[in-house]
């Protein structure tokens, strides 16, 4: 499955942006989509933001919660993430990411896109 994110750029505390990730190929295999943040410096770890099944049931990190929501578009294969009350230590690289079934689980990433938090 190929993943192409858009929608990240520089925003000022307190603004909102809205993350895209476009999923094509296997995408009847897909059964979570998600997204991840890696911050400034950390290039190990990639932090869980948002999740959602393709049953609707999301889940999101404590630091988030309230701020962001997550959503999808069947018809187009597209899942969003919209953030509000942006704050400077939600700067990073945001990842989409997909979980497929074939029988076995495996994950997929796209290529990421930067949000800066900054004034």
């Known amino acids: 499955v190929q993943l192409v994110e858009s929608g990240g750029g520089l925003v000022q505390p307190g603004g909102s942006l809205r993350l895209s990730c476009a999923a094509s190929?296997?995408?009847?295999?897909?059964?979570?989509m998600g997204w991840y943040r890696q911050a400034p410096g950390d290039h190990h770890e990639r932090d869980l933001v948002a999740t959602i099944t393709t049953a609707g049931t999301t889940n999101f990190a404590d630091s988030v919660k309230g701020r962001f929501t997550i959503s999808r578009d069947k018809a187009n294969n597209t899942v969003y993430l919209q953030m509000y009350s942006l704050k400077p230590d939600d700067t990073g690289v945001y990842y989409c990411?997909?979980?497929?079934?074939?029988?076995?689980?495996?994950?997929?990433w796209g290529q990421g896109t930067q949000v800066t938090v900054s004034s």
């Open positions: 990411h997909a979980e497929l079934n074939f029988g076995y689980f495996r994950g997929y």
């Open positions: 190929g296997s995408i009847a295999s897909i059964v979570a």
